[in-house]
C-alpha cells in the first residue's frame, strides 16, 4: 500500500527559503514532485529514482534540490532563492513500481509517476 503525506509548506518572501517534506510508506522506483499554481495545469518539477539519478525542470534547475533519507521512508524539496512564480499546491507523488503515463523531464522518461499522490502542501511566496 503507498500512502504519501507531504509537510513543510507555508509563506515566505521573495528570496527566502523552505524544505517540503513527504512521508512515504509502500514501494516506488522513482519519486517526485509536482507544483499546481492557480488556473495552470499541475506540472513536475523534480523527480528522483534509485536515491541518486535526479531530474529537474528549467524553471527550477540549480534552486531546488530533490532528496531522499536513507531509508526511503521520507522524501524532500530543499528549495531556495523562491520567487513568487514558485506559488502553489505542491505534491508528492509515486510510481508504486507500477508503469503508467510517461513523462519527460530532464532528458529522461518516466513511467507512472503520477499513479499515487499525497494530499498537497501550500508554498505561498510574497513580493
Known amino acids: 500500500q503507498v500512502q504519501l503525506a507531504e509537510s513543510g509548506g507555508g509563506s515566505v518572501q521573495s528570496g527566502g527559503s523552505l524544505r517540503l517534506s513527504c512521508a512515504f510508506s509502500?514501494?516506488?522506483?522513482?519519486m517526485g514532485w509536482f507544483r499546481q499554481a492557480p488556473g495552470k495545469e499541475r506540472e513536475v518539477v523534480a523527480a528522483?529514482?534509485?536515491?541518486?539519478?535526479?531530474d529537474y525542470a528549467e524553471s527550477v534547475k540549480d534552486r531546488f534540490t530533490i532528496s531522499q533519507d536513507n531509508a526511503k521512508t521520507m522524501l524532500y524539496l530543499q528549495m531556495i532563492s523562491l520567487n513568487p512564480e514558485d506559488t502553489g499546491m505542491y505534491y508528492c507523488?509515486?510510481?508504486?513500481?507500477?508503469?503508467?503515463?510517461?513523462?519527460?523531464?530532464?532528458?529522461?522518461?518516466?513511467?507512472?509517476?503520477?499513479?499515487?499522490w499525497g494530499q498537497g502542501t501550500q508554498v505561498t511566496v510574497s513580493s
Open positions: 528522483i529514482c534509485s536515491s541518486r539519478f535526479t
Open positions: 509502500g514501494y516506488s522506483s522513482c
Open positions: 507523488a509515486a510510481d508504486g513500481g507500477k508503469g503508467g503515463r510517461q513523462l519527460n523531464l530532464g532528458g529522461t522518461r518516466y513511467f507512472g509517476l503520477t499513479n499515487y
